[in-house]
């Protein structure tokens, strides 16, 4: 009779936003221990910041280093990730485990959640474990040296895309943290000025990375907007 293999696990690894020795114990050992790792890319041409990140941490050698490409589109991308998906259940039913790697923590903001969307639609019963990691959210406060919440405060987490909800945000929340903000920049610093919160603005970019950049809002630059960056208003 043959041996019953058991089927892997997908672990969903936040390796947080960008200086290496803020890896948890946990991320290290299973990047460690495991030869399949799953790289998130959002330009199939481009570098991982992720695997970039890693790299400095683990040594990867005589892994296989498996990148996905996540195109940069709202809603689902199941049928795009269908593909990968199958590949990836095919690997797993083999007995072999899969490290998914992500900026910052795997339940905010992530691509996971896309991959997990096209593998469950192929097996509803695959093994996934999400093992957190430290958010940029968090790692921007710290930059900044801004606490993010005291007391009874409240705290929103938006896209900077947010529209017309913001203003609304601004008055009701005692903290905003806006995200990915180098797109819409000039609308968010005009209502800021508006609403008398400039000086109560700041912009981090990169954060943990040796260029980043961490200043008061009103400061800022235009050369140094950057797709990775968080402003944080307090209120």
């Known amino acids: 009779m043959d041996k019953k293999i058991n089927k892997g696990t997908l672990y969903a690894v936040g390796i947080g ?31 991982s910041l992720a695997l970039s990140i890693v790299r400095q941490a ?5 892994k296989e280093v498996r990148e996905i490409h996540f ?29 998914f790697i992500t900026l910052g ?19 509803e019963g695959v093994s996934v474990e999400i093992v957190p990691g430290v958010s940029s959210v968090m ?12 007391a009874s405060d409240r705290v929103a987490i938006l896209p900077a895309t947010y529209g017309q909800g913001l203003e609304r945000a601004l008055k009701e929340f005692d903290t905003v943290v806006l995200m990915k903000t180098h797109r819409v920049m000039d609308e ?28 008061p809002l009103s400061e800022l630059r235009e050369d140094e907007l950057d797709y990775f ?3 944080i208003v307090r209120t």
């Open 188 to 215: 968010v610093k005009g209502l800021l000025r508006e609403m008398g919160l400039m000086e109560r603005a700041w912009y981090v970019a990169r954060a943990g990375l040796p260029e980043e950049v961490v200043k």
């Open 139 to 150: 790692a921007a406060g710290a930059a900044a040296g801004q606490a993010l919440a005291l």
């Open 17 to 47: 936003p960008g200086d290496p020795e803020l890896l948890t114990l946990k991320a290290v050992r299973l990047i460690r221990d495991n030869d399949l790792i799953l790289v998130p890319k959002g330009k199939e041409d481009g570098e």
């Open 58 to 62: 683990v040594d990867l050698g005589g």
């Open 71 to 99: 195109p940069m589109k709202k809603g689902s991308q199941r049928d795009i990730l269908l593909p990968e998906a199958r590949k990836l259940l095919s690997d797993m039913d083999a007995g072999r485990d899969a490290v």
């Open 105 to 123: 923590d795997p339940v905010l903001y992530s691509t996971f959640f896309h991959l997990m969307d096209a593998v469950s639609s192929l097996d």
């Open 229 to 231: 960056s968080i402003v």
